[in-house]
Each structure stands twice: as C-alpha cells, then as structure tokens.
C-alpha cells in the first residue's frame, strides 16, 4: 500500500470540530472492535472450529484488513461525515443506492445498539441489580444518548477509560492462564485440535464467518472523519493498528482459553472468560468480570451511536435524509436531532427481538455496505481530487468484495429474511422522501401562480 502526502485539512464549516487526535483514533476504533465480541464469541467460535480457535480469528483478521484497506483510501479522499453513502453517491451516482447504502450503514448501527443495550441488561447486570431487561436497556440508551450529546472530545475520554478497562480485562485472562500453565496445567495439543467429523477447511470458514462479526466496528471510523485531525496521514496507520491489535488479542486470549478449558466446556459457556478465570484457579472474583463485560458492552454502545448519529447527519447534509438531522449544537458542536433520533429507534427495537437474531442481522446489512465500498474504490478511481490521499494496491478491493460475497453465502435464510425486511423499509423511506420531495418543489410555484391569478 502506498500513501501520498499528507495535507492537513482546515476547519469544516459545517460546525464539528476536530478534537479527535491520533491516540484517541485508535482507541475509538480499538474499543469498537473490542466490545462485547470477545467477551462472549470465543466459545462460539470453538463450537465451530475446535481448539484451533485462533486459525479462524486470524482469517477473519485478514479479511476485515482487506476491507479497511478500501475505507481508508476512501475516507480520506473524501473526508464527510456519511461514509459509505458518501461513496456510495460519488461512485455509482444513483440515489436509491446511496440511499440505500447508507440507511443499510445506519440499521446496522441502531440494532447493533439496541442489541447491546438487551445484552448490557441481561445476566451481566442481574449479578448487580434486578431490573427487566427492556427497561434496563432503554435506561442504558438514555445515558448513551447524554454522553453522545455532551461532545465527541467526552465521548472519545470515556471510550479512553472503558477501553483501557477492556483491556485490562483480557491481560488478566492472559496472566491468570500464564500462571496456570507455568504450573503444570491446561493441554497445549488443543491448538491443533479440529471439530471431529469436518475438514479443517471448512471447520476454519464455519468459525471464521463467526469471528468476521468480532472486527465489525471499524467502519463506524468513517463517520467521524469531520472530526479527526490531518486525517489523510492519521486515519489508515491509526485504523490498520487498531485491527491488528485487536486481531492479535482475540487469537492470544483464544489460544488461552482453549489451552485451559476443553472444548466442550468452552462451547457450553455463555460467559466463555469467566469459565476460563475459574478453572485456572487463581481466585480473581467471578463479579469482576461481570463488571468488565458491562463496560465493554457498554463502550461498543457508545461507539456505535456516535456512529450511526454521525451517519444520520452526514446523509442529512447530502440531501439524502430529513434536513432536521443536520442540526448541530451550537456550544458543543455535536449533531443533537440525530442523536435524540437514533436513540429513539434503538429503543423501539429493543421490543423486536433477542440478541443472537439482532446481531445476526447486522452482520448481512454490513456486508452489503461492505461489498459497496470496495467496488466503490475501484470505481472512483478516475475521480481526481485536490488534496492528497491514501492509496490501496488494486487487488486489496477485488479481494475485499470477494470475500464479501463469499461470507454473504454462508448466511442463513432466517438471517436474509430479516435483513431484507429492513432493506425494503428502507426503500419505502427512499420512495416516499421523493415523493414528498416534488410535493414540496410544486408547492411553491402552484402558489405563486394562484398568487398572480388573483392579481
């Protein structure tokens, strides 16, 4: 990959302001990466592909890389708030598309919102206070909602804090197996261990179509670039560093828990790093990392709705969704009306469904958005801009829309079925805003000729 000079962007006149540095970047992309994914996907994971859990994680490594290849070139040379639908529009300079790209974008950030919302509400919790899950969840969105208004620079200092906390989370797993290992114990012949009855090949694709859920959040990056400081020289170092950090954790945390627990066990347990804590018998306290799988819950939530309020805007200043949306505050410089909105449909949806089926279905919207961007790289390529980007090798979004495609294939149908409910809706907004559209346009002139009529 090459990158061209860095050109430092002034101000944007549309009113955010750029306080997000280098190190909060990658910290931001980090704790969205991170979340809750780790924290509960690792047994899963190990169901489908056997002990040699870390093989399909470094898969799914490779393939999200291949895709924030595409995003960086794309996010700086066009450095908006909308991301996807940005480069949805300039590419294939149709509409519905870019609608479409953009909304699918959007209803992958609120449900993914509102799934983390029922999960932070759920068992995790209840070791705390008992309070129902819906309630718990749309107490939890309120105080996102707060955090999100109060500014990017507070959001991005609390994200500082629960992902260092995350982290600190997983070291601990780290140290715990380190010590029981160093003792004689766990079984080291796991690591090359498959499930009985499949070819590693496809035991790897069958946990690696699992682990690629665990990268998702990177792509929420694009929607704060308005925000970010010299983003052509700091977006694409900061964003590959963050995966392959992330990356890096999941296959060494995942290496550990199958050294320690047997598969089985591993498979069966909803909370796969506490069953990891208590059987290496160090003694650290079952409570602690309930309370640090609440924060990294949390964090993801957060991430998220900045994201999809970001997003809302973006879309809301290219003319593709309400002009209401593009309101910013004028002390705090941050998108109030799409906040509040986003917040609001993550709270209906959080009546809809569970959180296997909502995190199913954000996965699919997401590949689409995915398989656009890096067809959407190839084809603006002949666009030439004024400022200095990066750029991707050509074969990174060939492979990058490949492998979208390959993973779409392997989606069940109840997964398509509600994915493509959401789509259609989506749709219908599309279809009825252009409607209302014209209605508005010949508003105007039907009155002014009523108006010369009566002269």
């Known amino acids: 990959m090459t990158s061209a000079k ?32 780790i924290y509960a996907l ?33 996010v700086t040379k066009y450095p908006k708030a909308g991301g996807s639908a940005v480069f949805a529009e300039k590419a294939y300079h149709s509409p519905l598309i870019s609608f479409l790209v953009g909304f699918c974008m959007l209803a992958a950030g609120v449900v993914s ?20 899950p819906v ?3 749309i107490l939890f969105l309120v105080l996102v909602a707060l955090i999100n208004m109060r500014g990017i620079k507070e959001s991005m200092q609390a994200n500082f804090v629960m992902t260092s906390i995350e982290l600190s989370g997983l070291l601990i797993v780290l140290i715990a197996v380190g010590i029981f290992v160093g003792g004689g114990g766990g079984d080291a012949t796991r690591l090359t261990e498959f499930t009985p009855g499949t070819t590693p090949f496809l035991a790897v694709m069958a946990g690696a179509l699992l682990a690629y859920y665990s990268y998702v959040g990177f792509e929420t990056s694009a929607n704060i670039v308005e925000e970010i400081r010299n983003p052509a020289k700091v ?54 990392f309930s309370a640090i799988a609440l924060i990294a819950v949390a964090n993801g939530a957060l991430l998220t709705m900045i994201m999809a309020s970001r997003l809302a805007y973006g879309m809301a200043k290219q003319g593709l969704m309400p002009a209401a949306l593009g309101r910013v505050l004028p002390q705090r410089g941050t998108p109030w009306v799409a906040i509040v909105a986003t917040t609001l449909v993550a709270m209906v949806l959080t009546f809809t469904g569970g959180l296997a089926v909502l995190a199913g279905t954000v996965v699919v919207l997401l590949l689409f958005v995915f398989l656009s961007t890096n067809i ?80």
């Not at 898969?59 to 995003?71: H, K, M, N, P, R």
């Not at 919102?113 to 206070?129: C, E």
Request: hydrophobic share 50%.
């Open 235 to 288: 977006y694409p170092r900061t964003l590959f560093a963050a995966l392959i950090t992330a990356g890096l954790l999941y296959m060494l945390v995942a290496a550990a828990a199958t050294i320690t627990v047997p598969v089985d066990s591993l498979a069966d347990s909803t909370g796969p790093l506490l069953t990891v804590i208590e059987a290496t018998g160090t003694g650290i306290p079952g409570w602690l």
């Open 376 to 455: 959407a790289v190839l084809v603006l390529r002949r666009d030439k801009v004024d400022h200095d980007h990066f750029r991707v090798w050509t074969v990174i979004p060939v492979l990058g829309a490949l492998s979208c495609i390959g993973l779409m294939t392997q989606q069940g149908g109840d997964v398509w079925l509600r994915a493509g409910i959401l789509i259609a809706i989506g749709a219908v907004l599309f279809l009825a805003s252009r409607l209302w559209g014209r209605r508005s346009a010949r508003r105007p002139q039907e009155e002014g000729k009523e108006s010369k009529a009566e002269r």
């Open 6 to 37: 860095d050109a430092s962007l002034g101000p944007d006149p549309s009113g955010l302001k750029r306080n997000i540095t280098g190190l909060f970047l990658f910290l931001f992309i980090l704790g969205d990466v991170l979340g809750a994914g």
């Open 135 to 137: 309630l718990g969840a």
């Open 42 to 74: 690792v047994g899963e994971i190990a169901g489908q592909t056997g002990g040699a859990v870390w093989i399909p994680l470094g898969v799914a490594l490779v393939l999200a890389l291949l895709t924030a290849g595409s995003y960086s070139e794309l």
């Open 113 to 132: 919102a509102a799934a983390l919302a029922l999960a932070f509400s759920g068992d995790y919790l209840a070791q705390f206070i008992e309070i129902p």
